[in-house]
T-cell receptor, first 111, second 111 residues
Framework: EAGVAQSPRYKIIEKRQSVAFWCNPISGHATLYWYQQILGQGPKLLIQFQNNGVVDDSQLPKDRFSAERLKGVDSTLKIQPAKLEDSAVYLC?????????FGQGTRLTVV | AQSVSQHNHHVILSEAASLELGCNYSYGGTVNLFWYVQYPGQHLQLLLKYFSGDPLVKGIKGFEAEFIKSKFSFNLRKPSVQWSDTAEYFCAAYNNNDMRFGAGTRLTVKP
């Protein structure tokens, strides 16, 4: 089966610029997660969707981060404006039965 | 708040040595447990999972893990590691729509 698709793979932006990441989950997976993985740390949950509704966004810095999942399929994560500490790999995962399948991630570097 | 702890940050072993990576979780009640592996330059992949039943679970590539409820632990083991096992290993716990990861353990296997 096709995996979780993410784009872009890499992004370099200057601080205070905005950036958006895209995720296409595995077909039929109702649950979609966005994680932030800072170098040397485990993935940290940013937001979780069930279909197109938000289940948990308690760790999402809402002053600069936003995410949406229109029609319960694809999702976008946006950062505006970016800070240096946002440099990380942003992982999208989808699941059907509690097992999460991850995409390759987007490596963001903020300079 | 629920959390997952991995005891070892970096483990260095020679080929054929035995491996045990520690993982503890702080959830009460029913919990599903996972070990994910991230090979250099690749995305997170599921190694094994525990949902219920036999507390000794076997995964891919000769890995196994034992769920000990009384100790809130889910340690990963492999009797004889190979150079190709060099990777980052993440323990994760799922409870009530909440999935959390440990900080990860980097395993380096010397040929």
């Amino acid at each position: 089966e096709a995996g979780v698709a993410q784009s872009p793979r890499y992004k370099i932006i200057e601080k205070r610029q905005s950036v958006a990441f895209w995720c296409n989950p595995i077909s039929g997976h109702a649950t979609l997660y966005w994680y932030q993985q800072i170098l040397g740390q485990g993935p940290k949950l940013l937001i979780q969707f069930q279909n197109n509704g938000v289940v948990d966004d308690s760790q999402l810095p809402k002053d600069r981060f936003s995410a949406e999942r229109l029609k319960g399929v694809d999702s976008t994560l946006k950062i505006q404006p970016a800070k240096l500490e946002d440099s990380a790999v942003y992982l999208c995962a989808s699941s059907l039965d509690r097992r999460a399948f991850f995409g390759q991630g987007t490596r963001l570097t903020v300079v | 708040a629920q959390s997952v702890s991995q005891h070892n940050h970096h483990v260095i072993l020679s080929e054929a040595a035995s491996l045990e990576l520690g993982c503890n979780y702080s959830y009460g009640g029913t919990v599903n447990l996972f070990w994910y592996v991230q090979y250099p330059g690749q995305h997170l992949q599921l190694l094994l999972k525990y949902f219920s039943g036999d507390p000794l679970v076997k995964g891919i590539k000769g890995f196994e893990a034992e769920f000990i409820k009384s100790k809130f632990s889910f340690n990963l083991r492999k009797p004889s590691v190979q150079w190709s096992d060099t990777a980052e290993y993440f323990c994760a716990a799922y409870n009530n729509n909440d999935m959390r990861f440990g900080a990860g353990t980097r395993l380096t296997v010397k040929p």
